[in-house]
C-alpha cells in the first residue's frame, strides 16, 4: 500500500510588499533583496489573518472534494501559535465541521513542524488506510521592520490531506533525521518577532543538508542523478540555492542542469511569498507541481529544516494524473489578487498586526467573499469568520 499526499491546499494573504521598493526605503540596493537573498516579494498579514485562519482558507481549497468523514487525525504545525495551551488545529476543526471523532493537535519545533505532521500522518495511515489525515502548515514569518531579517519575512499557509494510495505524491519508506540543540533562530514566550543569527543559521542548515542527504542517499542505495528534483525548505531562496549547489557540485552536466532548473521551479513560489516557517517547504513543493511537468514516478527529494535544529531529508514519487488535482490557476490568482502595498503601508499594517485588539472590538476583513479570518476576541475567545 502506497501512502502519501493525496490533495494539497494554498493560501496566502492579500498584501504584499515589493522588494525593489523595500530596497530603496533600505537603502540597499535592489540586487542585494533580487539576487542575494533571492526574493522579489514578500506577503503581508494584516490583524485579520493569523496562523489559524490563513490554515482554515488553505484546507477549505480540497474539502469540497474529499469524504469528511474519513478524516481521523487533524494536525496543526505552525510557531505562530495563537494560544499557550488550546491548539490551533481545534478551531480549523471547528469551522471546517471535521467529525468530533478527529485526533487533533498542535505541533511545534520551528519550521519543521508541518514535517513532523506529515511523518506521524503517514503512520497513522498505514495503521489505518480506510481514514486519511490533514497536516497543516501556517506562519507568519516576522523579525521587525528595519530588522536584518525584514527582507526574509513572509505569512501563508499549506494543507495537506494524507491519505492511503494517493494521487499526488507517494512517499517513500525510509528518511534521514539529524538535530542538535542550538540558537540559531528562536522567539521568546512573550515576543512577537524572531531572534535569530542569520548566517550562523545558514551555515547550520547547509550542514545538516550535507549531513541528512548524505545519509539518506546511504540508506537507500541511490545516487545523486536518480533524483528529478530537490525541493527544500526556502527561509529565502539563496539558502536553498547554496544547499542545491552542493547537491550538484561534482554531478554530471544532466544530472546538474536537471536539478538546477528543477530548483528554480520549486522556488517560484517561495520567490513571492517569503518565508512561511512550517509550510514552506511544502510551498516549494506545490511550486515545483505547478511549474514543472513532471512524469509518473519520478523521485522528489524533500530536505525540512527547523531552528534549534532539527533536519530530516524524505522523498516521494510523483503520481501518474497528479496534475488533476492541482489548480495551477486558483493559486496564480491568489497571488495575482494581493493589492501591492507601499513601504510606509507596510510599515502600518506590519506594526498594527503585532498588537492584540481591545477584547470586545470585532474586526472586519477586506478580504474576497469565502475567506475566513479573525474576527478579534469576545471574552477573550478568539473569534473567525467567513466574509
Ligand atoms: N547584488 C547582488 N548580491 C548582493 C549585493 C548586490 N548588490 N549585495 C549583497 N549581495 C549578496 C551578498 O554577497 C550575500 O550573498 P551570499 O549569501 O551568497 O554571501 C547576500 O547578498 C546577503 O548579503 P549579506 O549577508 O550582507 O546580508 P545581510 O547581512 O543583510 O543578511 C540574511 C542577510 C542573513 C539573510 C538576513 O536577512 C537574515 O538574518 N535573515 C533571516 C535568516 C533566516 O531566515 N534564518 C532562519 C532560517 S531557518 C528558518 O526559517 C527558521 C525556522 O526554523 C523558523
Redesign the pocket.
Known sequence: MRVGIDQIGFYTPNKYVDMVDLAHARQ?????Y????GQSQMSVADQTQDAVSMGINATQFYLKRIERQRVGLLIFGT?SGVDQSKSASLFVKSALKLPPEVRTFEVKE???GMTAGVMIARDYVRLHPHQTAIVIGS?I?R?GVGS?????QGAGSVSLLIAAEPRILAINEGHSAFSQDIN??WRPNGMAT?L????Y??QV?LDFFTQTFKQYKKLKGWQTSDFTALAY?L??T??GL?ANRLAVAGQAEVTKTRLEKNFTAAAQYGRTVG?I??A?LYLSLLSLLENKKLQPDNKIGLFS?????MGEFYSGQVVSGYERQLDVVQDQKMLARRQRLTVAQYEQVFNNALLDPSDGLELTSDEQVGYWYFAGTKGQVRQYRQV
Do not use: Q, W
Open positions: 540597499e540596493d535592489p540586487d542585494k533580487l539576487i542575494g537573498i510557531e520551528a519550521c519543521f506562519d514569518a523579525y536584518g531579517g525584514e527582507v526574509t540559531d533562530f524572531a535569530v543569527d542569520g548566517k543559521s545558514t542548515y525548505h527561509p529565502f539563496k539558502m547554496k518565508n516557517y512550517t514552506s529544516y527547523g531552528s534549534g535544529a
